[in-house]
Every structure is written in C-alpha cells, then in structure tokens.
C-alpha cells in the first residue's frame, strides 16, 4: 500500500542553520506530494506541494523537489528562523491499487524547534 | 473567507457511547475530509465527502461513519466507542478532493473514559 516515511525528530537547530527533512515513499502510481505545517497552538496547513516529477514546491523559503528516481520529497531550508518552529508532516494522494479508491497518507511529523 | 470550523472543539464520553462530530467547509469547498490523530498512529485518513457521496474511504472500521448535506457541511458519527478512539479529529476542506490543497479546521479532541 501507500506509505509516507519522515525522518523522526525532534530536530533541534540555531537560528540561520540549514534545515533538511527527509521524506520517502511509496505509492501507487503517480502520487502528489504535500508539505504541510502545524504551527503550536494552530491548525495543519499547507506549506508546498508537487504534482509531478521533477515539480519543485516552494514557500516563505521552504523548497521540496519531486524526485520519482529516487521516491523522494526532502523539505529544505537555507536560513532557518526562531517562527519556523512547528511540526512538519509529509503526506501523498495516490490512488489504492486495483482500484478507483484514492487515500491521504501522511507521515509521522517532525517536530522541528529553532533556538535564537 | 471564513476558514474551516469544528464543533465541538472538545468532547468527553464513555466507552460504548457515541458521538456526532460537525464539519462546517470553506464557502465554496465542495469536498470534506476527515482525519483522525494520536500520537501513536499519526494522522490517518478516515474518508471524503463530495457533493454529498463518500467518495474515497480509508481503513477504519464501520463504526466511522459520515455524511454530508447539501450545503456541504458534514458530520462524523463514531458507535460503540472504545478507549482507542481517543484522538483529535480533524476535517478539511478542499476544491476538488484530496488530490487538492487541504484546508483543515481545528479539530474536535474527542476523549473517551
């Protein structure tokens, strides 16, 4: 079936360090692929997402490239700061083998905490 | 344009209860998901609502189940509720479906004792 697996965390870092997430998977077909974000205290939302191979999703400084080579979707940032603490899940869409059926599937979460 | 609420934001019940759960989209959003997390298993999709037909389901048993007005607004019925069921229930809206951007409400923390 569908799986979505994300580096564990928690990933701690200094203001201005360069953030990588790891994110595999494996699906059905050809699956779109999603960052998203839950800030403490707020809801899940989107941070980026790709639709195609080789599609890269950017946003506030985030970047991820759809890697299909590879069953990849690695989260990156330059520079991070103290705000982009929160916890980060990897998630596809992709269809159910042998059926119509499509699914969500998301990965555990890394919650990622910068220092000033 | 108003986000994505849940009502009620927290819910105490006993085991062999049930519960009705209450999903109000974005204006517009024809699709609704439902979404249940724990620390355990993480966030896990339960099923989606489209103009009022369950259109894709996930892995949970028939005691989870849904439905979905015309309006678009939706509710998650869960019988028979076991200890595990504790978690926080998630809906989002979305355009198109769950190959679309998901936009998620608050969630309701449903505990059972």
């Known amino acids: 079936g569908n799986s979505v697996t994300q580096m564990e965390g928690p990933v701690t870092l200094s203001e201005e360090a360069f953030l990588t997430i790891n994110c595999t998977y494996t699906a059905t077909g050809y699956p779109s692929l999603f960052w998203y974000v839950q800030y403490p205290g707020e809801g899940l939302q989107l941070l980026l997402k790709?639709?195609?191979?080789?599609d890269k999703g950017s946003n506030k400084g985030f970047e991820a490239t759809y890697r299909k080579e590879t069953t990849s979707f690695h989260l990156e940032k330059g520079s991070v700061q103290v705000s982009d603490s929160a916890v980060y899940f990897c998630a596809l869409s992709a269809r159910l083998s042998g059926g119509s059926n499509y699914k969500l599937t998301f990965g555990k979460g890394t919650l990622l905490t910068v220092n000033p | 344009k108003a986000g994505v609420t849940q009502t009620p934001r927290y819910l105490i019940k006993t085991r062999g209860q049930q519960v009705t759960l209450s999903c109000s989209p974005i204006s517009g959003h024809r699709s609704v998901s439902w979404y249940q997390q724990t620390p355990g298993q993480g966030l896990q999709f339960l099923f989606e609502?489209?103009?009022?037909?369950?259109?894709n389901k996930g892995n949970f048993p028939g005691r989870f189940s849904g439905r979905q007005f015309s309006n678009s607004r939706s509710e998650m019925n869960v019988s028979t509720l076991e200890l595990g069921d504790s978690a926080l229930y998630l809906c989002?809206?979305?355009?198109?479906?769950?190959?679309?951007?998901?936009?998620f409400g608050p969630g309701t923390r449903l505990t059972v004792l």
């Open positions: 790709a639709t195609k191979a080789d």
């Open positions: 609502y489209f103009s009022e037909t369950q259109r």
């Open positions: 989002a809206s979305s355009l198109g479906g769950i190959t679309d951007t998901q936009y």
